[in-house]
């Protein structure tokens, strides 16, 4: 029996997961990474830091499964987009990495916007710009740490830094870097022109080689083996943004389906064959399948939302249902059904991490008197967060037909409470992926492809995917939702004008 390992790496997580080749997950070690501060709006990691939570969590994946590291037929990752990971020509970290989160350059979006540099991109890219991208990162490196791109030798994404300490070899990706406002999506090639109006035509000789997503990028070192426990010589793919991953590991494979994930991200996607130019999405990207497209609304004000609140509001009860041998979740989930969705108009809006409404934007709660209680607070982070995501995929509708289904995954889809809200609010089916470690899935799906395991993406997923279930929206909540809905556009829009007052 051959199995395949996948490497997710997200905001908070570092995880590998194994699979046999019908998709079931073997073992999983997730271990937590540290994100330093050191501003507000400033979020980075110690790279060096990251590759040794990045061994140990490979090592325990393989000690958990208790198979023989031989017969680990290909790795690969998924890892979160955006956000920025340099090497010198040592391949020594340059520079902190930088994370998805990171607001540090709301400037430069600014900036490109005010003087017609969005414009001019977007004919090349078919993307907004966003804060956290490489291009605004990069632009804040030239003019606040140029000494850190003069010893610059090669410009990762996550995934990159990490198959790169495993293989030694450099290379770049065509699903995060088309995601970055790095590659001209016409000539899926990077573009001298393009980094030109960023002002950072320095940067070219520093991108790495592009590969596909199922590419082999090396094999794993001794180094690398003695330190993760992996076998020397395993087949190591390229891997893909964590978007594609759990796409993928969804079954996104045509153009009928779409899909959301609740994570930290918000993030709500459909593929097709040429990307969507009529300036009414987002962000466009090349798929990891090979002449697709993904279509993407995205942003960080998902379930991470949620995270915040039960680390901050609901220690007590954390504490409380540990001792019992419980889990904090069944609490919130027995608060949220305990209050119908037309007796609470409390309103969040999850903007906590970042927004997609205002790069300035904050998590704020409106409605509060002091009849409500931390129950009615918690159901308005449920709702929150699902209406986040409803304004994404209204965004996505305008270009395409509505799907019988949307497939959810990520946190959120744990609970069944929340996916009914999604249902609801949508007014479309849900449709539940079995619960494993997506990211890590997809990402072990192009290992298999890479190792001649799987044919393609399609027989891949033939294997390996697997509907739990299906949930339907209640006609009787439509009008509740498009009311409370519009509430929350209403405190989105009142609010427009406050945010500058917040930006230090």
Same mark, same amino acid.
């Given at each position: 029996?051959?199995?395949?390992?996948?490497?997710?790496?997200?905001?908070?997580?570092?995880?590998?997961?194994?699979? #046999?080749?019908?998709?079931?997950?073997?073992?999983?070690?997730?271990?937590?990474?540290?994100?330093?501060?050191?501003?507000?709006?400033?979020?980075?990691?110690?790279? &060096?830091?990251?590759?040794?939570?990045?061994? =140990?969590?490979?090592?325990?994946?393989?000690?958990?499964?208790?198979?023989?590291?031989?017969?680990?037929?290909?790795?690969?990752?998924?890892?979160?987009?955006?956000?920025?990971?340099?090497?010198?020509?040592?391949?020594?970290?340059?520079?902190?990495?930088?994370?998805? /989160?990171?607001?540090?350059?709301?400037?430069?979006?600014?900036?490109?916007?005010?003087?017609?540099?969005?414009?001019?991109?977007?004919?090349?890219?078919?993307?907004?710009?966003?804060?956290?991208?490489?291009?605004?990162?990069?632009?804040?490196?030239?003019?606040?740490?140029?000494?850190?791109? %003069?010893?610059?030798?090669?410009?990762?994404?996550?995934?990159?830094?990490?198959?790169?300490?495993?293989?030694?070899?450099?290379?770049?990706?065509?699903?995060?870097?088309?995601?970055?406002?790095?590659?001209?999506?016409? /000539?899926?090639?990077? &573009?001298?022109?393009?980094?030109?109006?960023?002002?950072?035509?320095?940067?070219?000789?520093?991108?790495?080689?592009?590969?596909?997503?199922?590419?082999?990028?090396?094999?794993?070192?001794?180094?690398?083996?003695?330190?993760?426990?992996? =076998?020397?010589?395993?087949?190591?793919?390229?891997?893909?943004?964590?978007?594609?991953?759990?796409?993928?590991?969804?079954?996104?494979?045509? *153009?009928?389906?779409?899909?959301?994930?609740?994570?930290?991200?918000?993030?709500?996607?459909?593929?097709?064959?040429?990307?969507?130019?009529?300036?009414?999405?987002?962000?466009?990207? $090349?798929?990891?399948?090979?002449?697709?497209?993904?279509?993407?609304?995205?942003?960080?004000?998902?379930?991470?939302? $949620?995270?915040?609140?039960?680390?901050?509001?609901?220690?007590? *009860?954390?504490?409380?249902?540990?001792?019992?041998?419980?889990?904090?979740?069944?609490?919130?989930?027995?608060?949220?059904?305990?209050?119908?969705?037309?007796?609470?108009?409390?309103?969040?809006?999850?903007?906590?991490?970042?927004?997609?409404? #205002?790069?300035?934007?904050?998590?704020?709660?409106?409605?509060? /008197?002091?009849?409500?209680?931390?129950?009615?607070?918690?159901?308005?982070?449920?709702?929150?967060?699902?209406?986040?995501?409803?304004?994404?995929?209204?965004?996505?509708?305008?270009?395409?037909?509505?799907?019988?289904?949307?497939?959810?995954?990520?946190? =959120? %889809?744990?609970?069944?409470?929340?996916?009914?809200?999604?249902?609801?609010?949508?007014?479309?089916?849900? &449709?539940?992926?079995?619960?494993?470690?997506?990211?890590?899935?997809?990402?072990? $799906?192009?290992?298999?492809?890479?190792?001649?395991?799987?044919?393609?993406?399609?027989?891949?997923?033939?294997?390996?995917?697997?509907?739990?279930?299906?949930?339907?929206?209640?006609?009787?909540?439509?009008?509740?939702?498009?009311?409370?809905? %519009?509430?929350?556009? %209403?405190?989105?829009?009142?609010?427009?004008?406050?945010?500058?007052?917040?930006?230090?």
């Amino acid at each position: 029996m051959k199995y395949l390992m996948g490497i997710d790496n997200g905001g908070t997580f570092s995880k590998a997961a194994i699979f #046999d080749q019908e998709g079931r997950q073997i073992s999983v070690a997730s271990v937590p990474t540290v994100t330093i501060t050191p501003k507000p709006g400033y979020t980075e990691r110690d790279m &060096d830091e990251l590759w040794e939570v990045n061994a =140990a969590a490979v090592r325990e994946a393989l000690e958990k499964s208790g198979i023989d590291p031989k017969d680990v037929a290909g790795v690969s990752f998924s890892g979160h987009g955006k956000g920025l990971y340099l090497v010198d020509e040592k391949g020594q970290p340059a520079y902190n990495g930088i994370l998805s /989160t990171d607001a540090r350059a709301w400037e430069y979006v600014e900036k490109w916007e005010q003087d017609g540099t969005k414009e001019k991109i977007y004919d090349k890219t078919f993307q907004t710009i966003l804060a956290c991208q490489p291009v605004s990162l990069l632009a804040w490196l030239r003019d606040h740490k140029p000494e850190v791109l %003069a010893r610059t030798r090669y410009i990762f994404a996550v995934k990159d830094y990490i198959r790169f300490k495993l293989t030694g070899e450099a290379y770049g990706e065509y699903t995060d870097f088309s995601g970055g406002n790095l590659v001209n999506l016409t /000539t899926g090639q990077y &573009d001298r022109e393009l980094l030109s109006c960023f002002g950072l035509e320095e940067v070219y000789d520093k991108l790495p080689p592009l590969r596909h997503s199922a590419d082999l990028c090396g094999r794993v070192t001794a180094e690398a083996a003695a330190k993760t426990g992996l =076998a020397e010589g395993t087949p190591v793919a390229a891997g893909m943004f964590d978007v594609n991953a759990c796409g993928i590991a969804s079954g996104l494979s045509d *153009e009928e389906q779409m899909c959301m994930v609740a994570g930290t991200w918000s993030i709500n996607e459909f593929i097709r064959k040429s990307p969507v130019t009529n300036r009414t999405v987002d962000l466009n990207s $090349m798929f990891c399948i090979p002449g697709y497209y993904l279509v993407e609304e995205s942003s960080p004000t998902s379930a991470g939302n $949620m995270e915040w609140f039960i680390r901050n509001l609901m220690s007590y *009860e954390k504490a409380e249902a540990k001792a019992k041998g419980g889990s904090v979740y069944d609490i919130t989930n027995q608060w949220v059904e305990s209050i119908e969705p037309q007796d609470n108009n409390v309103i969040f809006l999850p903007f906590l991490n970042g927004s997609n409404e #205002d790069a300035l934007a904050k998590g704020t709660f409106v409605g509060l /008197t002091a009849y409500h209680g931390k129950q009615h607070m918690l159901r308005a982070v449920y709702e929150g967060i699902v209406f986040s995501h409803l304004t994404h995929v209204n965004k996505l509708l305008q270009n395409r037909e509505r799907p019988k289904s949307i497939r959810l995954s990520g946190g =959120a %889809a744990n609970s069944p409470v929340w996916v009914q809200i999604f249902a609801d609010a949508l007014q479309i089916p849900v &449709d539940v992926i079995e619960d494993k470690e997506l990211g890590a899935q997809g990402a072990a $799906m192009a290992a298999g492809i890479a190792a001649g395991l799987y044919k393609d993406y399609p027989e891949a997923i033939g294997k390996t995917v697997h509907i739990t279930s299906t949930t339907y929206p209640r006609p009787e909540y439509k009008e509740i939702y498009e009311q409370k809905y %519009a509430a929350y556009r %209403a405190v989105v829009k009142g609010l427009s004008g406050a945010w500058e007052y917040f930006k230090n």
